[in-house]
């Protein structure tokens, strides 16, 4: 994990690397910068306990990957984010793609394990942490 001093506080990077995003910064923060890192996309929403679940798992993760992989965040019920859902041809929550390249490469439902999730980065993308 990178850290950086800001008034003379230590500060991790963890929120350059898991951030939330809607349908208008979508093309910008998720297609165009997962052709310099990769980013998993987590669909989910406030009511579903899978979802909030599977949060503390996936930061985890992205802390592992120490830069290497980012995560967007979208609230499928905020503003126009249930039309990303539907591009995406999403049908339960929380869903979990793997952009790279502007691409979705992979995708699984649902709350997985850490080492699922592990796995799962690593056989579609090829890296590890």
């Not at 898991?18 to 998720?30: A, G, N, R, T, Y």
Request: hydrophobic share 45%; glycine share 6%.
């Amino acid at each position: 994990m990178r850290f950086s001093l800001v008034n003379g506080l230590v500060v991790t990077k963890a929120a350059e690397l898991i951030f939330d995003v809607d349908l208008e910064q979508f093309e910008e923060k998720v297609l165009i910068a997962s052709k310099d890192t990769p980013i998993l996309v987590d669909l989910w929403a406030e009511w579903c306990s899978p979802c909030l679940v599977i949060a503390p798992i996936l930061k985890q993760l992205i802390e592992e990957y120490n830069g290497e992989l980012k995560l967007a965040k979208v609230e499928v019920d905020e503003d126009e984010n249930m039309k990303l859902a539907g591009r995406y041809q999403v049908r339960g929550f929380p869903t979990v793609l793997l952009i790279i390249n502007g691409e979705e490469t992979a995708r699984f439902s649902g709350a997985k394990s850490l080492s699922f999730l592990r796995d799962f980065v690593e056989e579609h993308s090829g890296t590890s942490a």
